[in-house]
């Protein structure tokens, strides 16, 4: 089966805090990709990166770092210094080799106080 | 940049009327996507296109229909709208067919159905 599961439905966290949103996923392909999205109150779905399971390395950019372990079939973001502007809802996605589909995660809303 | 518009933020219909929304990308991209998003479910796909005139059904098409008569534009259709069809839909494209290529998304729009 292939499935994303964003176990935290919704992270509550002051500014300048750091926060770690989870994401698990199945699947039996080799060859896969992962996805994060941020849909901010406006709507639109935000593309902020995508990772092929080839690939271990953690990325960083700028307050975001995303680590990616096969071990534990995990794909984990999290963002440095919170900042008002982060609260948004995230959606993590899976996708394989020779398809379009894209299986997503139910989201996690995260919400940064001031 | 990628743009993906879609032609209303924000639609209220009566139940029984016959519902258009359209979605226009402007990067030449062969893959385009009708999703419905709902809280706690995620993103669910609706209808997919890779071509003018090409579609396949998602995992929820019932009740809805497509039409993609140029590259640039795919519509989505609600023949008799129901109340269950309130949601949020949400238009994406992507570069290739048979590809996991990164999806961008359209602003959203909200339909309530009364």
């Known amino acids: 089966a292939q499935k994303v599961t964003q176990a935290q439905t919704e992270i509550s966290v002051v500014e300048k805090e750091d926060v770690t949103l989870d994401c698990v996923y199945e699947t039996r392909d080799t060859t896969y990709y992962l996805f994060w999205y941020k849909q901010p109150p406006s709507g639109e779905l935000v593309f902020l990166i995508r990772?092929?399971?080839?690939?271990?390395q953690n990325e960083i950019s700028g307050r975001y770092s995303w680590n990616f372990q096969k071990s534990t079939s995990s794909f984990n973001f999290t963002i440095t210094a919170s900042q008002v502007v982060d609260s948004a809802v995230y959606f993590c996605a899976l996708s394989h080799s020779g398809t379009y589909k894209y299986i997503f995660g139910t989201g996690t809303r995260l919400k940064v106080l001031a | 940049d990628v743009k993906v518009t879609q032609s209303s933020r924000y639609l209220v219909k009566r139940t029984g009327e016959k519902v258009f929304l359209e979605c226009v990308q402007d990067m030449d991209h062969e893959n385009m996507f009708w999703y419905r998003q709902d809280p706690g479910l995620g993103l669910r796909l609706i209808y997919f296109s890779y071509d003018v005139k090409m579609k396949e059904k998602g995992d929820i098409p019932e009740g809805y229909s497509v039409s993609r008569e140029k590259k640039e534009r795919f519509s989505l259709i609600l023949e008799s709208a129901s109340t269950n069809q309130t949601s949020m839909y949400l238009c994406?494209?992507?570069?290739?067919?048979?590809?996991?290529?990164?999806?961008?998304f359209g602003p959203g729009t909200r339909l309530t159905v009364l």
């Open positions: 994406a494209s992507s570069l290739l067919y048979g590809r996991p290529d990164t999806q961008y």
């Open positions: 990772r092929n399971s080839f690939d271990e």
